[in-house]
């Protein structure tokens, strides 16, 4: 599965469950009068509008590469990662402004079995939709889709607090307006985490040294002890990665062997990892550079 398709199936079955489950915690906030339920919907509804930047961005990465973008489209992913967390830390500052009028205002609230219900199916389902998109995350590489599936691990752990909230309300009158709090600060941490992972990898990343390891062992499989590959580069656009690397060749080389040597690693290189390649060639007796 690539992700676009990734993206579509995961954030069409998102988009679906959870306006389901906002009816249904905002419906039982209202009856009980719950700030944290109602807060709890309103993040639920967060992920159906962050599944449809989703699904958006996914249509958006699926345009190939033009004269304005030569390396594709990709990096709309980390866009849409970067509107999530703003979502979510939009939302969260708005139920921590609310808990703390709430508790100001000494507002007790008074559940029932239908605020249990709801808040167990929702936990169950969210947990759900979580472990969904993290397997579609692995399977497809996609950062966004991973962001997702954080939203909805900490839609889950929202509604468990939630859920330890209603069994101590008879005992604590603030309890609703501190759950609130403590969600809002579950939706600031989401978003933290968004933010730091999709700006490490905008920002650009060392390429992973398992990646390099075998590159290199399939070129000196090839080559043998002829060449010497080193100073590698990577540049990930989502749809297209691009890398940079030198080898080092007999200084007595002809130029035309070197550049047939060269252009056959970057082709052994796309036809095994899926990589663009430019090679610079040094000569053999050089010395490394530091």
């Not at 472990?131 to 889709?145: D, L, N, V």
């Not at 590159?215 to 080559?223: C, R, S």
């Not at 610079?280 to 050089?286: A, D, V």
């Amino acid at each position: 599965m690539n992700k676009v398709k990734g993206g579509y199936v995961e954030g069409t079955t998102s988009i679906i469950v959870n306006l389901i489950l906002f009816a249904l915690k905002f419906w039982a906030g209202i009856i009980t009068g719950s700030l944290a339920l109602e807060a709890d919907a309103w993040h639920t509804l967060s992920d159906s509008i962050s599944s449809v930047v989703l699904v958006i961005a996914a249509k958006l990465m699926s345009k190939k590469a033009d004269k304005e973008h030569p390396f594709g489209h990709g990096r709309w992913e980390q866009i849409a990662a970067l509107f999530i967390a703003f979502i979510l830390g939009i939302i969260g500052y708005d139920f921590l402004k609310q808990s703390i009028i709430q508790f100001r205002n000494r507002e007790a609230v008074h559940f029932g079995i239908l605020a249990i219900v709801v808040t167990i199916a929702s936990i169950a389902v969210k947990e759900a939709l979580a472990q969904y998109a993290f397997y579609i995350a692995r399977k497809t590489g996609s950062t966004s889709i991973k962001a997702d599936g954080w939203h909805h691990r900490s839609d889950a752990l929202s509604s468990v607090v939630v859920l330890v909230g209603i069994f101590l309300a008879d005992y604590l009158w603030w309890i609703d307006s501190v759950l609130a709090a403590v969600i809002a600060l579950f939706l600031f941490y989401a978003t933290y985490k968004i933010i730091k992972e999709t700006v490490t990898k905008m920002l650009g990343e060392e390429p992973d040294k398992n990646l390099i390891d075998e590159i290199t062992a399939d070129v000196k499989a090839a080559y043998h002890d002829n060449l010497q590959i080193h100073h590698f580069h990577l540049h990930d656009y989502v749809t297209e990665k691009e890398l940079t690397l030198h080898i080092r060749l007999d200084k007595d080389m002809t130029i035309e062997k070197g550049h047939q040597i060269a252009s056959e690693i970057e082709d052994t290189i796309k036809k095994n990892f899926g990589i663009m390649t430019t090679i610079h060639i040094e000569p053999l007796k050089m010395t490394a550079p530091k």
